[in-house]
């Protein structure tokens, strides 16, 4: 096994005992919780939250990949750029304080004047917890990561239970919101003593912070525009469907996105640090990362496939008998899960080479790609439109970036490893022939119905052969 694959394989390793853990506690919270909260109370955190999650991106300023980027931090410098990200962080909280009843008033949502306050610190401490956190991500440090990701989950589920049964309604989930933050500044900053960057004081070298905005003004550009291009829908959605829709609609995009979470989410922390070693060796970075994605894509074909077939089980399992009403909706999203969870894991990449520039360029094409789809479902009215017009989206989004990935980036052309990912990614849309034949499925005599029933009990078996089958064999790509 090569040096790469070797180092590759350790991070994502370390990354997914971290994330998974994570994930696992997660997902047993909001289990919990789907059965303390209604979906309005969910849908009107949802619409909120888009603007928390736009402010939490811009405190990170895209600054976090530009500090991996670099070989070296002195110590003036990581506490100069530590006192930015207070200033930083003050700014966006007043600036949020301002906007958030802005935004309240044109969703028509009222008394959420406590919930604009506590919602703002959450903001400040997502821009205070950036440098601690990047310092861990630099020395691959992702159990680290994942314990204090845990301690603060713990944290704020315990406060929100508390608070839910002192009666505070929908603001003990916005103060989980709160207390999340804050925890796991708290447990990255205590970790980051053990890290190369080191703990971080505040200093006065404050334009230490200005040679990483060269490589961060991209990454803020593309994640501003893959924010607005991935959330407006919900915002949309609870202007002109209501806060309940957003509810059931939210729900559903998490489910979709728990296999994202748990493979490409998980994964694409090790990428970064691990490929950046080999940034001037494009051939060798091409090789490890399609043998990496090949398997993405027959995880994302399982789990399409499991979810589309079992959606009722899987909501009922997950939140109860009151959110069933997302199961047509997700069904229609899990086709998209392998084409993103390959599409997710290219930022990693782009990163690595230094190619921020061109991931900007890609994500002003999937921006525009996006909007119209979303547009195009809200003006329909119907959110099945909307899902399906959304998976569309996602897969012209794949073919776009793969080609600047191809001819830009790498500037290696071997076509055929492409084309066989593309016919994978896009074979779980074959789900939808057999779905459409079940007309009647009273007659288990029909031949149209036997197709359903063997689609529904051999398919994820054959690609659970499948994944195991590559999962075992060395894919050795000739560069």
Not at 174 to 180: D, H, R
Request: charged fraction near 10%.
């Amino acid at each position: 096994m090569s040096k790469i694959n070797q180092e590759l394989n350790k991070g994502i390793r370390h990354s997914l005992i971290g994330k998974y853990s994570l994930y696992l506690l997660q997902i047993t919270s909001l289990s919990i919780l789907s059965r303390l909260f209604t979906p309005e109370d969910f849908g009107t955190l949802a619409a909120l939250q888009v603007l928390i999650l736009f402010f939490q991106l811009l405190a990170t300023s895209g600054l976090a990949p530009a500090i991996i980027h670099q070989e070296t931090i002195s110590v003036n410098q990581r506490d100069g750029i530590f006192t930015a990200t207070l200033i930083i962080g003050i700014s966006l909280t007043l600036l949020f304080i301002y906007l958030m009843p802005v935004l309240a008033n044109w969703l028509q949502l009222t008394n959420v004047n406590l919930l604009t306050y506590v919602l703002a610190l959450n903001v400040f401490f997502s821009a205070l917890a950036m440098l601690p956190l990047a310092s861990l991500q630099k020395d691959t440090k992702f159990i680290i990561i994942g314990k204090a990701e845990m301690l603060a989950e713990i944290m704020a589920l315990m406060v929100c239970i508390l608070l839910y049964f002192l009666g505070f309604g929908v603001v003990a989930l916005a103060i989980k919101l709160l207390v999340t933050p804050v925890g796991r500044f708290v447990f990255y900053y205590h970790y980051s003593v053990q890290t190369e960057i080191g703990q971080a004081k505040f200093g006065t070298q404050i334009a230490s912070i200005l040679p990483l905005l060269a490589m961060a003004k991209f990454q803020l550009g593309f994640n501003v525009l893959n924010f607005f291009s991935r959330n407006l829908d919900t915002l949309l959605v609870a202007k002109y469907f209501g806060i309940s829709t957003v509810g059931f609609y939210e729900k559903t995009y998490q489910i979709m996105r728990y296999p994202l979470q748990l493979f490409t989410f998980a994964i694409n922390p090790a990428l970064q640090p691990v490929l950046t070693r080999y940034k001037h060796q494009p051939n060798i970075i091409f090789s490890a990362y399609y043998q990496l994605i090949y398997k993405l894509a027959v995880l994302g074909i399982l789990t399409a496939n499991i979810i589309f077939w079992y959606a009722d089980d899987i909501i009922f399992i997950l939140f109860g008998s009151q959110w069933l009403a997302v199961s047509e909706l997700l069904k229609i999203l899990a086709l998209s899960i392998p084409v993103q969870m390959v599409l997710s894991s290219t930022g990693g990449v782009y990163q690595a080479m230094g190619a921020t520039k061109e991931m900007f360029y890609c994500g002003i094409f999937s921006s525009i790609v996006n909007v119209s789809a979303i547009i195009l479902g809200v003006y329909t009215g119907e959110m099945t439109v909307l899902c399906m017009s959304l998976v569309v989206a996602f897969i012209i989004n794949y073919f776009q970036c793969f080609y600047v990935l191809h001819y830009y980036v790498f500037k290696i052309k071997r076509l055929k490893y492409f084309v066989l990912l593309s016919l994978l990614v896009l074979i779980s849309l074959v789900n939808l022939l057999f779905e459409s034949t079940n007309s009647d499925p009273h007659d288990s005599f029909s031949f149209l119905n036997s197709l359903y029933n063997i689609a529904n009990v051999v398919l994820p078996i054959v690609v659970v052969g499948g994944l195991a089958f590559l999962l075992n064999r060395k894919i050795k790509l000739q560069v």
